[in-house]
């Protein structure tokens, strides 16, 4: 932090993720204020989402021989005109659910570009030394907008209204991009000039991950978590409305709970950097993941949602961070950005729980959905124990 423009660059991040979160909720509680339907709620998850698995080949391919920068300057433009197009719609009376349907897909497309291109970006800001703490810096400033987000939204929509939730997101990214406009030079990634076709260069990219188990295992340690653990978030707003019977505010709430706990499990691998057996650390925080899950779903109590979404959030942010600094500390620079976009790829999954939980939620209900999606995490983590050299990883 004792870096000016590293400095500058996590405090216009922090705005903007914040802004997003807002954003997320929002949209989450309109789409239920709509239609009442959780398996809409999931629909509009996968929208959201589900580009990434379409494009995150594009953008593996690409990321390693674009100016990351300029990249990032586009993404955030077409942000502000999705959301000035969404304030109009709310602003006219004239919004509908297929428009949030259309906006949600566009901004999944320019998602898969943009979480990757961030993630490959920060570890050319800080020298190799400054690297897992830069990556924890980043994951806490994150976490932190998951805390302070929601809550906003909640407080904003109850006070004037959700359209100003999503005319707070467009203000907020502002100053982002102001921020890359001026980024120094210097601070470029450099350009991969292998001489190949992008093609050819996303072909060596997953020849490297498949030839390098301990990478190919850490990107793998999130498939079945993101893709069915994830849904508790996209269920979020019928938990808040349904069963907490506690409506925008119960949802900023929850939400809040989720980041605080990340944002707590963010700051325990930063105390965690010179242990050993990391790895091991992963493969039981995802067991512990699920069961967590299992018991959030099950409980209609306010104070034990509020206190296990909580507990939910913080093991889930202890171990995706400690894999997340794994990876970045594993990849060779020339590969960063295809492994990226190949780990981005995987958050493209999360629709998919979405979709299962929300079709599970009309037949057993909300919270068996969300418990029954626990227990398929928890099933999974044999595999990662007896299948992969994960736990030996340090």
């Known amino acids: 932090m004792r870096d000016p423009f590293f400095a500058k660059y996590i405090s216009t991040y922090a705005l ?20 009442g339907d959780p398996f809409k709620l999931g629909v509009m998850s996968f929208a959201q989402v589900a580009p990434e698995i379409i494009f995150g080949p594009v953008a593996a391919a690409v990321l390693d021989r674009l100016d990351r920068r300029k990249l990032l300057i586009t993404i955030q433009i077409i942000y502000v005109i999705g959301m000035l197009a969404l304030v109009a719609l709310l ?19 320019a998602a898969s570009f943009d979480w990757p291109a961030r ?17 924890a810096i980043n994951a806490a400033t994150f976490n932190g907008a998951r805390v302070i987000g929601p809550s906003l939204a909640g407080w904003l ?9 999503f005319g707070l997101y467009a203000a907020a990214l502002l100053p982002f991009i102001a921020m890359l406009v001026v980024m120094p030079r210097n601070r470029r990634p450099v ?29 793998t340690v999130d498939i079945v978590p993101i893709m069915l653990g994830m849904s508790y978030l996209a269920m979020a ?50 067991g512990l993941f699920g069961i967590a899950l299992v018991a959030f779903g099950l409980t209609s109590s306010v104070i034990l949602s509020l206190s296990l979404i909580v507990v939910v959030g913080l093991i889930y942010g202890t171990y995706s961070t400690m894999n997340d600094t794994l990876i970045q500390s594993t990849v060779e620079d020339a590969y960063r950005g295809r492994v990226s976009a190949t780990y981005s790829m995987i958050w493209g999954l999360s629709p998919v729980g979405g979709l299962i939980a929300g079709s ?35």
């Open 119 to 135: 993630m490959a970006l920060v570890p050319t800001l800080v020298d190799r030394p400054l690297l897992q703490s830069a990556v």
């Open 191 to 219: 350009a991969h000039t292998s001489g190949e076709s992008a093609w050819s260069e996303l072909r060596e990219g997953y020849r490297y991950i498949w030839e390098h188990k301990p990478i190919r295992a850490m990107l």
């Open 360 to 394: 599970l939620a009309k037949f057993v209900g909300v919270q068996w959905a969300i418990a029954i999606c626990g227990l398929l995490v928890l099933a999974y983590v044999p595999y990662l124990w007896f299948l992969t050299p994960l736990r030996k990883v340090d």
């Open 237 to 286: 707003p019928a938990i808040a409305h349904d069963v907490l019977k506690m409506g925008s505010e119960g949802l900023g709430y929850l939400l809040s709970g989720s980041g605080i706990g990340s944002l707590l499990g963010t700051l325990l691998v930063a105390r965690m950097s010179g242990m050993q057996r990391r790895g091991m650390v992963v493969v039981i925080g995802v």
């Open 16 to 35: 903007s993720m914040t802004g997003l979160m807002v954003r997320a909720t929002a949209m989450g509680y309109l789409v239920y204020d709509l239609t």
């Open 157 to 165: 929509i109850g006070l004037v209204g959700v359209m100003w939730c």
């Open 91 to 109: 602003a006219t009376d004239t919004v509908q659910f297929w428009h949030l349907v259309v906006i949600g897909t566009v901004m999944g497309t």
